[in-house]
């Protein structure tokens, strides 16, 4: 040690000054911007959305066992644009007899609903927010547990994926042929409106940031539409949304490139498809809505939250028609009945009510003593046999109300003057409309001993095939 | 044997290296402390099913061998171990004493924060890496002004990113102005590192105010809340404030050590320096930084960011017989800060969560993605995938060969 040189020597001195100045430029080129807290903030805010990645990443995801996603089923189950009604095109029989009950068989907890039906198979879900999903004859296919982190909200499904959406704006996709998780995508924005399917994406319209969203400051919507593929999750880009104060609903124009949005009073009419999503026109009603529009022949018919039934005409940018009260509180949405102008519901109280909407006034009303929670209704065409046999008008084509009735039971009305056609027995009641399979109705009913079935019912001909294929199997 | 006793002859003839003996021991102490009061504590992991394996071992089965009753004696003698190996160090000379408890102490202090690798932490690291180069090391004094002036530059070199140096650290602890975070957390990182390089000058102007500096540095950190690292380098720069007097006192009285002793020798000072710079920078090196073996045993060496603006997000699932189930990562409670998205530890989380759960009725497996993303830079990186995690032949070092949809037949 050199103990008796303790004053430093100028070239140390000199590296000293070198060795600071190395560390002040490494210093400056880590953080050449002197970046602060907020520009970090805003960094990471205009990173993130550019960012967005599903999980698993797309390079990871499990290969589909259907190739073709195919379009967005339509869900409630009979017919676009909340119509509730079997095809125009076919006719049907009006005696179906139950054939079978199919026990659903899982541990459910709490109180079950249905999530979606689709052809022959149901998607149900519990308290815990499971879901089920069985086949037509009862089978529990696989099951899929979703964590409390946000509540469901939407549900979508195609041929090949069930889409969960949730509170938050997290999507999970599911692939139906085996319960497994597809892709997620975690959006980090609030769902504000129902997303839907639009060719190969997935339109997800989200709560807006109009600072980020907007690129004109001026223009400030209440939400955002994210484009996101179908098969991989990957975001695709964004487009403006629509200026509603509440999170919207939106419904398909049957016949039509038009696509009806609406929340509280109001109403926007878009095109169906395209980029942009601007408003072909819009209208305010009065007074909030309640429950879903229904768009039949020309026209939107709506309910307002004081019981009051709005025709809007779409051919005249949504202008009102004429409005009228309803005596009786809808319990469930309306069902159009073609040919005749009348729309059907069934109350609060279980009474069903016809609207003539052309004489603008009640028809009829009739108390159906229904037990079970089921207040939907929906309409099909009967054959001519039977136009002939109950003195229906053959200008109707064989229209008819089928509403869940009594207990147990579905009943089959003659929309003209509430003439009862036919009684269908089932093994429980009803708990959601059937899924119509050619000529055999699927439906869901809560058996008296409090379980779940699916209830096959069929009509003749259906029937003598089942029981002969039936016969052959035993022996 | 001739290495501990040139060791002890060095502890016993300085007042300053006896003080650091108790320094040491004192951060031993706190070590226990928190272990006793903590739920990250090798009394609780005793108790647990399985252990979370350091990343350098393949397995630690061997960890439950040992019953909680063997873990609990292990903590008792350290904790007694280092309480008289303080007091011995501070009240009396017997510096033979005080190391051999000091010895006693580390080794079993040292058992324990290996037991388990969620133990690990900048100030257990640290603490456990002096005492050893304490005991261990000849020319105490210089090793420890350059392994102390390394000590600072690994330190400084993790700050200098945009992590730190947005100010966010400081901001969350301070809720100042936002120029002031940023200014500050310049400055912190440029006092790291500069003023440690006086310390390795003899004159005193520099040497005295790069000391103060630190020390002004270090009670900052302390009021900032970073108190058990703090007080262990306010404690060796007091350490190498008396070790300096007493320097000068000897150059006053013209004795000279190798007139009483031959000169400690400085070779293994420098290697150790030459080991610890190595695992610093190893990261930057291309062969190195994709050796996951290598970067396992470098870690051992390399303190970890306590600034890192980022976010990690874990999802798993439970696989049962008949369908999915959606399942939130098990919590990292009580763990530092710095260890939080740290991939390997999270890895080994969701290998003790398929224990806890391979009893469960129709319990399959666990599927699960782990991602962080640094805010800063707006990336995210997929650490691991798996949809069968709880196979065991998928460990860490299969991580970025298995993706989501690979069957694990490794």
Redesign the interface.
């Known amino acids: 040690?050199e103990?008796e040189?303790?004053?430093?020597k100028w070239y140390?001195v000199a590296a000293?000054i070198f060795?600071?100045a190395g560390?002040?430029y490494?210093?400056l080129r880590?953080?050449p911007l002197?970046?602060?807290?907020?520009?970090?903030k805003s960094?990471?805010m205009?990173?993130?959305s550019?960012?967005l990645?599903p999980?698993?990443?797309p390079?990871?995801?499990?290969?589909l066992e259907k190739k073709s996603l195919g379009p967005q089923e339509s869900w409630p189950y009979l017919g676009e644009g909340h119509l509730n009604m079997t095809s125009p095109e076919v006719t049907r029989n009006k005696t179906y007899t139950e054939f079978k009950t199919y026990p659903l068989k899982a541990e459910f907890h709490g109180k079950v609903h249905v999530l979606i039906q689709s052809d022959q198979n149901v998607y149900l879900t519990d308290e815990d927010g499971?879901i089920y999903f069985f086949d037509s004859l009862g089978t529990?296919q696989?099951?899929?547990?979703?964590?409390d982190?946000s509540e469901l909200e939407q549900v979508l499904l195609d041929q090949a994926l069930l889409y969960l959406i949730r509170k938050n704006g997290t999507v999970?996709t599911i692939d139906i042929s085996n319960?497994?998780?597809h892709w997620?995508l975690?959006t980090d924005r609030p769902l504000f409106g129902e997303a839907w399917l639009e060719n190969d994406t997935l339109i997800l319209p989200v709560k807006a940031f109009p600072e980020k969203d907007s690129k004109k400051k001026s223009k400030k919507l209440s939400s955002t539409l994210l484009k996101i593929d179908r098969r991989t999750g990957v975001y695709q880009g964004t487009s403006e949304g629509f200026d509603f104060n509440e999170a919207f609903h939106q419904v398909k124009v049957p016949h039509s490139d038009l696509r009806i949005l609406y929340s509280g009073a109001d109403l926007v009419a878009v095109p169906k498809v395209t980029d942009d999503w601007k408003p072909v026109w819009s209208t305010t009603l009065p007074e909030n809505l309640s429950g879903e529009l229904v768009i039949a022949d020309g026209q939107i018919f709506a309910v307002t939250e004081s019981n009051h039934l709005y025709a809007l005409n779409l051919k005249k940018k949504g202008d009102v028609a004429f409005d009228i009260d309803l005596d009786i509180p809808p319990g469930g949405p309306l069902t159009y009945l073609p040919e005749m102008d009348r729309i059907a519901y069934l109350g609060k109280n279980a009474t069903l009510r016809v609207v003539d909407i052309k004489k603008k006034q009640m028809a009829w009303k009739f108390d159906l003593s229904i037990k079970g929670s089921l207040r939907e209704i929906w309409t099909a065409r009967l054959k001519g046999a039977y136009i002939q046999e109950f003195g229906m008008r053959w200008v109707y084509k064989g229209w008819t109300i089928w509403s869940p009735c009594r207990e147990q039971h579905f009943c089959i009305y003659n929309p003209e003057r509430g003439q009862l056609i036919q009684r269908i027995a089932l093994s429980g009641d009803p708990i959601s409309l059937p899924t119509v399979y050619e000529d055999r109705l699927i439906v869901l009913v809560k058996m008296p001993s409090g379980g779940l079935a699916l209830s096959h019912l069929l009509d003749p001909g259906e029937l003598r095939k089942a029981q002969a294929k039936e016969a052959t199997e035993t022996k | 044997m001739s290495l501990f006793q040139a060791n002890l002859w060095e502890i016993n003839k300085s007042f300053s290296l006896r003080f650091l003996g108790a320094i040491l021991g004192l951060s031993q102490a706190v070590i226990a402390y928190q272990w006793l009061i903590g739920t990250n504590s090798p009394l609780r992991f005793a108790r647990q099913s399985t252990a979370v394996c350091w990343p350098v071992l393949s397995t630690c089965s061997w960890a439950k061998l040992l019953s909680p009753g063997i873990i609990d004696a292990a903590f008792w003698i350290f904790v007694v171990a280092v309480v008289l190996a303080i007091l011995t160090f501070l009240f009396t000379r017997a510096a033979g004493v005080a190391a051999f408890l000091l010895w006693t102490a580390s080794i079993f202090g040292f058992f324990l924060y290996t037991y388990d690798f969620r133990l690990s932490s900048n100030a257990g690291f640290l603490t456990f890496f002096f005492t050893f180069i304490y005991l261990l090391v000849p020319s105490k004094v210089f090793s420890f002004r350059f392994i102390l002036f390394a000590a600072y530059l690994a330190f400084a070199f993790q700050k200098l990113n945009a992590d730190w140096l947005s100010g966010y650290w400081i901001l969350e602890r301070l809720h100042g102005p936002e120029k002031l975070g940023e200014w500050l957390a310049a400055l912190m990182a440029l006092i790291e590192l500069i003023a440690p390089a006086t310390l390795l000058i003899k004159d005193g102007r520099y040497f005295w105010s790069g000391w103060l500096i630190l020390i002004a540095y270090h009670a900052t950190m302390i009021w900032m809340g970073m108190t058990h690292l703090s007080l262990l380098f306010m404690g060796i720069l007091i350490f190498i404030a008396l070790a300096d007097l007493e320097d000068r006192k000897l150059e006053r009285e013209y004795i000279y050590q190798s007139f009483i002793h031959p000169e400690p020798s400085r070779f293994w000072t420098f290697c150790i320096l030459v080991i610890f710079a190595f695992c610093q920078l190893s990261s930057h090196f291309l062969w190195f930084r994709h050796n996951t073996s290598f970067q396992s045993l470098a870690g051992l060496l390399t303190p970890y960011p306590i600034s890192l603006v980022e976010e990690c997000h874990g999802k798993i699932w439970q696989v049962y017989e008949n369908g999915w189930k959606e399942s939130s990562f098990p919590d990292a409670e009580g763990r530092d800060n710095s260890m939080r998205c740290h991939p390997y530890l999270r890895f080994l989380d969701l290998k003790a969560e398929c224990q806890v759960l391979k009893d469960k009725p129709g319990f399959k497996t666990l599927a699960a993605i782990f991602e962080s993303e640094k805010l800063f830079e707006g990336t995210s990186h997929v650490h691991f995938q798996s949809a069968d995690l709880c196979n065991q032949q998928y460990q860490f070092s299969d991580v970025g060969r298995v993706k989501w949809n690979t069957k694990h037949g490794l």
Do not use: H, V
Request: charge should be negative.
């Open positions: 040690m103990y040189a303790r004053t430093l140390w000293l060795y600071a560390c002040i490494l210093l880590e953080n002197l970046y602060s807290q907020g520009t970090l960094e990471q205009q990173k993130k550019e960012a990645l999980w698993p990443p390079s990871s995801q499990f290969e499971k529990l696989w099951t899929y547990g979703m964590d982190s999970t319960g497994r998780p997620e975690n």
